[in-house]
């Protein structure tokens, strides 16, 4: 994964912000965040900021930290309490449950919206969404690309003079200079794909029938 992976200690902070914020509106204070996770000092507050910042979660002003636009962009789905020892137990103040607490392990950047758009069969067929991470492929990853008017899934090999695409089956191999005077884009590294078959984060999985 990219250096935008975030670690278990800092995956919870990031979704103690999302929830505060989602609930009140409001960003914690210094002091709200040390007694929520029992830290000894404020230090450990600017520490996980600093983190957060640096991998791209968080962003900062003149008014402070604030989450970063793929975070705060949507409300997400609604949760409205918990269920344990049988028993359901409703918040008084619904937040919402988003992206990044659903795939904690994925490091979804952006997406785009498939439309018309036509795409390769054997890897993205009846795809309505396909999400992409940060930054750029590395070295034998899978890339979104378009590939002669064509949305397909390669594992790229990025060279001085452009880059080696390679089919995930490992049959077709092609070599694009950049800038391609094919009109070949890479646009990232692939995360998953959504359509009404669901969500796929396995690129070699086909969609249920």
């Keep these: 994964m990219s250096r935008r992976q975030l ?9 103690y912000l999302v929830e505060h914020v989602g609930a009140h509106s409001v960003w914690p204070t210094y002091r709200e965040i040390v007694s929520h996770f029992g830290y000894r000092s404020p230090n450990s507050v600017t520490q996980n900021l600093q983190a957060l910042a640096k991998k791209g979660f968080l962003r900062r002003n003149e008014a402070g930290y604030q989450l970063a636009d793929h975070l705060s962009g ?26 990044t607490d659903l795939l904690p392990e994925f490091d979804v950047a952006r997406a785009y919206e498939v439309g ?14 396909v999400l992409l991470g940060e930054g750029d492929v590395d070295p034998g990853e899978i890339g979104v690309v378009l590939l002669g008017g064509q949305l397909a899934l390669r594992r790229v090999y990025p ?51």
Excluded at 117 to 123: D, G, I, K, L, S
Excluded at 179 to 206: K, N, R, S
């Design 74 to 99: 949507g409300r997400g789905i609604p949760l409205e309490g918990h269920i344990a020892d049988g028993e359901v137990v409703v918040r008084s103040k619904t937040t919402h449950l988003g992206l």
């Design 7 to 15: 670690t278990q200690k800092q995956h919870a902070f990031l979704r």
């Design 116 to 129: 018309v758009q036509p795409v390769e069969p054997a890897t993205l067929g009846g795809s309505t969404h």
């Design 159 to 209: 060279y001085e003079q452009g880059w080696i695409l390679e089919t995930l089956d490992g049959e077709t191999v092609s070599e694009h200079p950049a800038p391609a005077q094919d009109g070949t884009q890479l646009l990232g590294p692939y995360v998953g794909h959504a359509g009404a078959f669901g969500f796929i984060c396995d690129p070699l999985a086909l969609p249920l029938a």
